[in-house]
T-cell receptor, first 110, second 116 residues
Framework: AQRVTQPEKLLSVFKGAPVELKCNYS??????LFWYVQYSRQRLQLLLR??SRESIKGFTADLNKGETSFHLKKPFAQEEDSAMYYC????????????FGPGTRLSVLP | DAGVIQSPRHEVTEMGQEVTLRCKPI?????LFWYRQTMMRGLELLIY????????DSGMPEDRFSAKMPNASFSTLKIQPSEPRDSAVYFC??????????????FGEGSRLTVL
């Protein structure tokens, strides 16, 4: 079965500080990992996917299959990054197995 | 495109009443999902449809919950009778293709349900 854990419910950092949102997964298949973000009063939206190896809004995430992790990082946090972040796990067999982690609320303090 | 449209945005009802939540997916999207979001359990998949057919309803908590998709542009999630523990934000999402690889879910703004 697929499982995603995000150990921190709340993470507070100061503006300009580095931020790392942790995500670990367990899955016996071929994992596809994603990060979703929900800003205040906005829709939940896809932030980035590991397969694209992209940087969005300064955020990056590297899939580490050895450690079964997909941590989200940004070197210098901005106040507008304050939001709820969800890690999600899919399957590269084009299936519909798609599981969200419990989420981490990031608060960037001025 | 206005995106996924959900109604009502807020619903307050009393225990025992029937609640119907509505969703209009993005045109052309073949997959539709209903999620429930609570502080305790996060985002839970309740059910999803492919081409209007329910594929997996294993997340539906109990028989009080039912979902239908009579056509490609409309879906409902019904709770009858409602209970206080059903209080949550219910999200509808749609996708043009299987999400396992793309992770491409388009969410509505959610319906916040409060059952007194």
């Amino acid at each position: 079965a697929q499982r995603v854990t995000q150990p921190e419910k709340l993470l507070s950092v100061f503006k300009g500080a580095p931020v790392e949102l942790k995500c670990n997964y367990s899955y016996s298949g071929s994992p596809e990992l994603f990060w979703y973000v929900q800003y205040s009063r906005q829709r939940l939206q896809l932030l980035l996917r590991h397969i694209s190896r992209e940087s969005i809004k300064g955020f990056t995430a590297d899939l580490n299959k050895g450690e079964t992790s997909f941590h989200l990082k940004k070197p210098f946090a901005q106040e507008e990054d304050s939001a709820m972040y969800y890690c999600a796990l899919g399957d590269d067999n084009y299936g519909q197995n798609f599981v969200f982690g419990p989420g981490t609320r990031l608060s960037v303090l001025p | 495109d206005a995106g996924v449209i959900q109604s009502p945005r807020h619903e307050v009802t009393e225990m025992g009443q029937e609640v119907t939540l509505r969703c209009k997916p993005i045109s052309g999207h073949d997959y539709l999902f209903w999620y429930r979001q609570t502080m305790m359990r996060g985002l839970e998949l309740l059910i999803y449809f492919n081409n209007n057919v329910p594929i997996d309803d294993s997340g539906m908590p109990e028989d009080r919950f039912s979902a239908k998709m009579p056509n490609a542009s409309f879906s409902t999630l019904k709770i009858q009778p409602s209970e206080p523990r059903d209080s949550a934000v219910y999200f509808c999402a749609s996708s043009p293709r299987p999400t396992g690889v793309t992770g491409e879910l388009f969410f509505g703004e959610g319906s916040r349900l409060t059952v007194l």
